[in-house]
Each structure stands twice: as C-alpha cells, then as structure tokens.
C-alpha cells in the first residue's frame, strides 16, 4: 500500500495560481499512473490530470488544459499540480493518486477555493 500526502491547497482569487503537491510514502513502477482528482461540492469526483512516473505520457481534462500543469519529481517521490489562472469553477477538493502492485491508492485531498 502506498500512503499519499497532499499540501499547498488554500483560498486565491480569481487568476491566481497555486501549486499542489503529492508525495508518496514509496516508489512504484515507473510505467504506473499518477494523478489528480477533484469533488467540487455537490458533485461527483472528476479526473483531472494524470502522468506516469516516468513521465511518458500527460492527459487533462479539457476544462484545465493550459492552465494546469502536472509534473512529478521521482527523486522524492512526488506529484506537482501547478494550476495558474484559476477560475470559480476550479473550487473543489484535489485527491491525488498512484496506481501501484495493490491497485490504485487515494491521498486525503486539500481544498482550493477560488473566489471571484
């Protein structure tokens, strides 16, 4: 099992810019995903972002792509979301994630919140 961290969420304006970060409790394969979540209140949790350990391949969702930038350092273990240009509507609560030998394992989420 892979335990997940997550900091850096908080309260910005509206085209402000945050960076959140994920670190893992350990390693997994390099080839296995590793992303980003979120639950805006009221709904469901949606698929944000997602790379691999090895960086081969990054997806977003449409509403986030040039604004959002997934990265990770392999070094520490460690997922980045740096989201620029935030908007209302990316108020929500971001859960990272790694797939790994057991399945894939949640971290505890950290809040954003984008005022206008």
């Known amino acids: 099992q892979v335990q997940l961290v997550e900091s850096g969420g908080g309260l910005v304006q509206a085209g402000g810019s945050l960076r959140l970060s994920c670190r893992a409790s350990?390693?997994?394969?390099?080839?296995?995903?590793v992303g980003w979540f979120r639950q805006a209140p009221g709904k469901e949790r949606a698929f944000v972002a997602e790379?691999?350990?090895?960086?081969?391949?990054?997806i977003y969702t449409e509403s986030v792509e040039g604004r959002f930038t997934i990265s990770r350092d392999n070094a520490d273990n460690t997922v980045y979301l740096q989201m620029n240009n935030l908007k209302p509507e990316d108020t929500a609560v971001y859960y990272c994630?790694?797939?790994?030998?057991?399945?894939?394992?949640w971290g505890q989420g950290t809040q954003v919140t984008v005022s206008s």
């Open positions: 790379t691999t350990w090895s960086g081969f391949r990054t």
């Open positions: 350990k390693r997994t394969f390099r080839n296995l995903n």
């Open positions: 994630y790694t797939d790994a030998e057991n399945g894939r394992n």
